[in-house]
């Protein structure tokens, strides 16, 4: 079963921050948080992940709480192309099986 | 970045026929390969574990002799669904990894069985 839970859906205006928020309250001491993407008909996307503390690239920034029993996946100013399922997935390593949840649906509005 | 393709990127067999899904590390070298598989409107579902040069490991409920798994180099693993029906149809998709660093997920496979 997946560790984490998260919204089912959310809508986001085009040009605004998307904020998707992830709950991992079992999280352990050695488990980071990954997070990926699934455009409509592909595979997944990587995006981002962090262990405590945050993390910034290109796509995305990731801001976990200090008790890392929760983070936010804020990605800056979403376009139409980020429409997607955003999965918040708990591993101890980018190379281990990643057990997906239902993840959520975001829809960026124009 | 690290590129896996799969091929076919969609397939039409009938039903009771045997269709091969091929996933390729195509610039690394794959230790390890999942194969997953996504229904409509669902969330991805983890069906195999491949390890280069052993058998796979099937997770709970994947029946092993209905999907074939062969991962007989670093760079290629294949999915073979035997005897195919119509609720075989699905979105297959392979990730790979070296595993010391990053796993990149392939592009997924459209199969459909009519």
């Known amino acids: 079963d997946a560790k984490t839970t998260q919204p089912t859906s959310m809508d986001c205006a085009e040009g605004r921050a998307a904020n998707l928020p992830c709950n991992h309250s079992?999280?352990?001491?050695?488990?980071?948080v990954y997070w990926y993407r699934q455009i409509h008909s592909q595979g997944p996307q990587y995006i981002i992940h962090g262990l405590k503390n945050n993390e910034t690239n290109e796509m995305a920034s990731l801001i976990i709480t200090e008790d890392r029993k929760s983070s936010t996946l804020i990605l800056p100013h979403a376009t139409l192309r980020d429409t997607a399922v955003y999965y918040c997935?708990?591993?101890?390593?980018?190379?281990?099986?990643?057990?997906f949840g239902p993840g959520t649906s975001l829809s960026v509005i124009p | 970045g690290a590129v896996v393709s799969q091929h076919p990127s969609r397939v039409i067999c009938k039903s009771g026929t045997s269709v091969k899904i091929e996933c390729r590390s195509l610039d690394f070298q794959a230790t390890t390969m999942f194969w997953y598989r996504q229904f409509p409107k669902k969330s991805l579902m983890l069906m195999a574990t491949?390890?280069?040069?052993?058998?796979?490991?099937?997770e709970q409920g994947v029946e092993k002799d209905k999907f074939l798994i062969n991962h007989a180099s670093l760079t290629l693993s294949t999915l073979t669904v035997t005897s195919a029906h119509p609720e075989d149809s699905s979105f297959y998709i392979c990730?790979?990894?070296?595993?010391?660093?990053?796993?990149?997920f392939g592009p997924g496979t459209r199969l459909t069985v009519t």
């Open positions: 997935i708990v591993n101890q390593a980018s190379y281990d099986k990643v057990i």
């Open positions: 990730s790979a990894t070296d595993g010391a660093y990053e796993q990149y």
């Open positions: 491949s390890n280069e040069g052993s058998k796979a490991t099937y």
């Open positions: 079992t999280i352990s001491g050695n488990e980071y």
